[in-house]
């Protein structure tokens, strides 16, 4: 039996963080290259994308897709890790906010901003992760970085002392959710943190194709059984969707295939998937310049 490649696209379930998942998928697949495009923090669920064997290599291009969320901010309470899971350092009533004033506050937060990451997060400062460096005691001071929030829609407001707010979001690779809900606190002056996360995209992934990580287990079992029972992606059907495509001719398939260079042709892009003529991915190159860049190859012979 051939070794399973492909794309996996898991609904991540509450309480499991990345690496939980990526170890399940190991087994099921009987196989240790899996590896993830960009985690969830282990309160979150939803669309967690899963490279299996030689999809390994396309995660690369995948880690700095665009993402859409749904989520429950609560106003009227901040935490010190921006979320649910972390003791909250401060309350004050948010009973007389309106969903106007709310509404009025989400505005300055559309578009191109400024965001300081939460401090309890796996950015690296001098080598160590942020939330390491916070749960040795330290103050931790992340420096802001210019992020993107194309969508910040609400959805539901319901009052009360806290207030829980509904939200849709579509934001750049890098955008911190657990960020907005503190700083729409901070805006309206009661404070705020993430009760819910749920990722409903990643690039051109979707929940709606995403597989429940028990019922594959239940399929698939758990002593490995290669590709069956996994419903994967193939490279070249993860390759067309989620970048831009150059279909090869003959000769320049061939010239690439013996590690030839070829021309740049089509999309000026770092990241084109280039097929042959019969429809096999055989490379992901950079054609920013005059001469192509190899950056990956998925030789026909060793699929």
């Known amino acids: 039996m051939s070794a399973p490649e492909g794309v996996l696209i898991v ?14 998928v190991r087994r099921l697949a009987g196989t240790r290259r899996v590896g993830h495009a ?13 490279g299996i064997g030689r999809g390994t290599k396309l995660l690369t291009f995948l880690v700095g897709c665009d993402k859409g969320y749904a989520a429950t901010i609560r106003l009227g309470a901040a935490t010190v890790t921006d979320d649910a899971e972390g003791e909250v350092v401060s309350t004050t ?36 992760r942020a ?9 931790v001071q992340l420096a802001a970085r210019s992020v993107t929030v194309s969508r910040f829609d609400v959805l539901d407001v319901r009052p009360g002392t806290t207030v829980d707010v509904d939200i849709e ?15 729409l606190g901070t805006a309206l002056g009661v404070g705020g943190h ?36 996994i419903p994967l992606l193939s490279l070249a059907a993860a390759g067309r969707r989620a970048l831009p495509v150059r279909d090869l001719s003959e000769a320049e398939a061939r010239a690439l ?42 030789p026909i012979e060793d699929s």
Request: aromatic residues 4%; proline residues 5%; neutral net charge.
């Open 169 to 183: 979001v579509d934001v750049s690779s890098g955008t911190f959710v657990r960020a907005l809900a503190r700083d």
């Open 11 to 24: 609904d991540k379930p509450t309480g499991w963080t990345s690496h939980d998942v990526v170890a399940r």
């Open 257 to 298: 295939g013996f590690g030839q260079p070829v021309a740049s042709s089509g999309p000026a892009e770092e990241a084109v998937a280039a097929f042959t003529p019969d429809g096999h991915l055989l490379a992901v190159l950079d054609q920013t310049k005059p001469r192509a860049r190899t950056r990956v190859v998925f």
């Open 131 to 139: 939330y390491a460096r916070v749960r040795a005691g330290e103050d």
């Open 93 to 128: 009533s948010a009973a007389h906010l309106t969903r106007e004033a709310i509404e009025a506050a989400v505005a300055p937060f559309r578009g191109a901003i400024s965001q300081v990451p939460s401090a309890v997060s796996a950015i690296k400062v001098d080598g160590r």
């Open 194 to 229: 993430l009760v819910a996360l749920r990722r409903t995209r990643v690039g051109c992934f979707t929940i709606g194709e995403a597989h429940d990580l028990e019922a594959l287990s239940a399929k698939s079992g758990e002593g490995g059984t290669g590709a069956d029972g």
């Open 38 to 50: 960009g985690t969830l923090d282990p309160m979150a669920t939803g669309v967690l994308v899963l």
